[in-house]
């Protein structure tokens, strides 16, 4: 064990939360209690990706036996009707891929090259998009995919297919053109015309509205494009990540934390979302293994925005309450998950106090 401080609160929590969710899937904590999301929700590989992150870190068997039949569970979503789409990535990186590099099980791998193979059939050739939703949605990619692509990367390395690369890429070079805005800010939503490929407009999605800032989407594309460069070796994806990165910090509050929208009306009165600082903290951790020549910049910002989530959203001192980050904001303007612990919150903090204590796997 490494850093006594957060890891023996932390498992002291993790044990506890196993023994209550069974095996439900955790979305959003009230009152100290997750709530269950279905199997087949986005959300679904986080809580599994926390455990098999303690199992690197301890080798202890317990968090791999909880965490051995997730990704089982998540592959039978395929074979009946279900909600499964571009969130695949989110789902069987935490789950099969990790599985299958920490421990060579071969289903593990079969199952991350299938959800690979789904995504990548989601790939619009017209428009150089992956499709994000279902139902009539046919147009529709968001920027949280940039998080998936990760998936297809692995693949193409996997299994020798480059495909997957060229689709990954693709949809990367398209998140440059119509999603990063030139002053680093992000839409959440573009919409093509499946046919013809054409950008038709940018909705609001989780945000404010369609020229707002949702500060998980800028999250989300921080990390992605930094493992985009990662796997390509292209700068062009780093200096963006950088971008949005620099927007990013420079739109935090004064307590060091972002609001859920950085361009929401009279941002002093509104909900901040500790899981969008989660996520930046791992992007800008990602940003820092890929730079050399900044001083320590992007790093010392992850440090600074960890130690803030610490010290203002973390509550690690109580084992029975479940979840480790407060005040997060799942769908605002939905009025959905506002100021409460999400999962991937969860999971992203403690993947950032992990690369800080000197854990070098990559789940994403
Ligand atoms: N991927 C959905 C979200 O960030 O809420």
Not at 63 to 90: I, P, T
Not at 148 to 164: H, K, T, Y
Not at 290 to 317: H, P
Request: net charge negative.
């Amino acid at each position: 064990m490494r850093n006594p401080d957060w890891m023996q609160s932390i498992q002291k929590k993790m044990v506890c939360m196993h023994e209550k969710l069974g095996e439900s899937v955790p979305w959003y904590s009230t009152e100290g209690c997750y709530k269950e999301a279905a199997e087949d929700f986005w959300v679904s590989g986080f809580w599994p990706g926390m455990l098999w992150i303690m199992y690197d870190m301890t080798g202890k068997d317990f968090y791999k036996d909880a965490a051995w039949q997730w990704d089982g569970r998540l592959e039978g979503c395929f074979v009946r009707e279900s909600n499964m789409h571009h969130d695949v990535g989110f789902q069987f990186l935490p789950t099969a891929v990790i599985k299958y590099k920490l421990t060579g099980d071969r289903e593990a791998k079969r199952r991350g090259l299938f959800a690979a193979n789904f995504l990548a059939g989601r790939f619009n050739p017209a428009g150089g998009f992956l499709r994000a939703w279902n139902q009539n949605k046919t147009g529709w990619s968001i920027i949280d995919s940039t998080m998936n692509l990760s998936l297809l990367f692995w693949a193409a390395e996997e299994s020798g297919d480059a495909r997957f690369f060229h689709t990954a890429k693709i949809h990367a070079d398209t998140v440059l053109k119509y999603f990063i805005r030139p002053d680093g800010s992000v839409n959440h939503i573009v919409v093509f015309d499946p046919v013809s490929g054409e950008m038709q407009k940018s909705l609001g999605g989780q945000g404010y509205d369609s020229n707002s800032s949702w500060s998980r989407g800028q999250a989300w594309a921080i990390y992605g494009m930094a493992n985009v460069c990662r796997y390509t070796g292209e700068r062009r994806f780093l200096d963006a990540a950088k971008r949005v990165a620099h927007y990013f910090l420079a739109n935090l509050e004064a307590c060091g934390l972002p609001c859920w929208d950085f361009r929401v009306p009279n941002r002093e009165q509104e909900p901040l979302d500790s899981s969008a600082a989660a996520i930046a903290a791992c992007g800008l951790l990602e940003i820092a293994e890929m730079t050399s020549d900044d001083d320590g910049f992007y790093r010392k910002a992850a440090v600074r925005m960890i130690n803030c989530l610490t010290e203002q959203c973390s509550v690690l001192d109580d084992p029975e309450y479940q979840g480790l980050l407060l005040h997060g904001t799942g769908n605002k303007p939905a009025e959905e998950q506002v100021d409460v612990p999400l999962i991937y919150g969860d999971y992203f903090y403690l993947e950032a106090l992990a690369r800080l204590d000197g854990w070098r796997n990559k789940i994403f």
